[in-house]
Structure formats: C-alpha cells, structure tokens
C-alpha cells in the first residue's frame, strides 16, 4: 500500500475525462487499496481515480460512521435518478478546506464492477447519494466549485494558489 499525491485545484489534470476501466486485474486492485489508504489518510469520504492523476473510470468511498465500509465503483453509470433535488453542503479533498452548497438528485441507482470485475446495481440515497454524484462528476473532469458562482469561483482558485504558494515556501 501506497499514499498517492493527491491534485488540488485549478491543477488543470483534474479537467481530463477520465476513460473507462478496461479489466479491472492487480494493477487496479493496487490502486484500489492505495487509493482507500490515501482517502482514509486524508480523512474524506470519497476519492476518485482522477483526483490522483489516473484518468480511469474508478472511485472508491467510505460513507459509514467507523469508516470500515468501503465501497469500490468500476466504470459507473447512473441508470436513475430522483426526480426530487436537494442543496447538499459538500467538500473536496482536491479543494481543502471549502465548503458549499451544490443541488444533487436526492437519490441515485448505478450500475458500476466491483473490486472482483463483478456487475452490481448500487440504490444510493443520503449522503451515498452524494457522494456518487461528486465523485462521478470527477471522472468527467468536473469539481464541485464548478457549481458556483464566477465570483466564488475566482476567490477559491486565487486561495487555493495562495494556500499552494505558501505550502512551497
Ligand atoms: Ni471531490
């Protein structure tokens, strides 16, 4: 197991569109395990392949409360969403240390291979729910900020280079 650098944005890497998983064989199920110790490390609920610079249809997550859980998600596709919507507060190990309000489907079904290569349909509501469609949003090369307004935007990125600049020094 391996901790694995983690993109902050603007890095420009974390706009790639990530590709689909094409077997999913010990390479990726090492990127797996260092991808769960690298999320856990850093204390988030959720990672995906691209916020550590593999631009492959992967994510991993740990929503429960002893974060003991994980859950592996394999090239995902939505197949439904709710038609029911909700401001949800969200964070981004890839934007420390922002926090705000982005609308989300209450809840979500995705079908996506687990660790095995195995097809499993996933029924997601609550903060599951979110988190699926947070990190989804990573594969498509897509960060939460991207919800806001230009003007919170321009603020985040010139602190999070400020935050960068400094963390360099
Ligand atoms: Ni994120």
Same mark, same amino acid.
């Given at each position: 197991?391996? /901790?694995?650098?983690?993109?902050?944005?603007?890095?420009?890497?974390?706009?790639?569109?990530?590709?689909?998983?094409?077997?999913?064989?010990?390479?990726?199920?090492?990127?797996?395990?260092?991808?769960?110790?690298?999320? #856990? *490390?850093?204390?988030? %609920?959720?990672?995906?392949?691209?916020?550590?610079?593999? !631009?492959?249809?992967? %994510?991993?997550?740990?929503?429960?409360?002893?974060?003991?859980?994980?859950?592996?998600?394999?090239?995902?596709? %939505?197949?439904?969403?709710?038609? *029911?919507? #909700?401001?949800?507060? *969200?964070?981004? /190990?890839?934007?420390?240390?922002?926090?705000?309000?982005? +609308?989300?489907?209450?809840?979500?079904?995705? +079908?996506?291979?687990?660790? #095995?290569?195995?097809?499993?349909?996933?029924?997601?509501?609550?903060? /599951?729910?979110?988190?699926?469609? #947070?990190?989804?949003? !990573?594969?498509?090369?897509?960060?939460?900020?991207?919800?806001?307004?230009?003007?919170?935007?321009?603020?985040?990125?010139?602190?999070?280079?400020?935050?960068?600049? +400094?963390?360099?020094?």
């Amino acid at each position: 197991m391996a /901790l694995l650098p983690i993109l902050c944005y603007p890095d420009p890497k974390l706009h790639t569109v990530a590709k689909p998983v094409a077997e999913v064989d010990t390479r990726i199920r090492t990127l797996i395990s260092d991808m769960l110790e690298t999320m #856990h *490390e850093a204390k988030g %609920i959720g990672l995906a392949a691209t916020q550590v610079d593999v !631009h492959e249809r992967l %994510i991993v997550m740990d929503v429960s409360e002893q974060h003991d859980d994980p859950l592996v998600l394999i090239n995902p596709k %939505i197949v439904w969403s709710s038609a *029911e919507t #909700h401001l949800n507060e *969200e964070g981004c /190990l890839s934007v420390p240390g922002i926090y705000d309000g982005v +609308e989300r489907f209450d809840a979500v079904k995705v +079908e996506a291979q687990d660790s #095995h290569g195995k097809l499993r349909l996933i029924e997601a509501d609550g903060l /599951l729910s979110v988190c699926i469609q #947070h990190e989804m949003d !990573h594969l498509l090369g897509k960060v939460f900020v991207e919800y806001l307004s230009p003007l919170k935007r321009k603020r985040i990125k010139t602190k999070m280079l400020k935050a960068q600049r +400094e963390a360099r020094n």
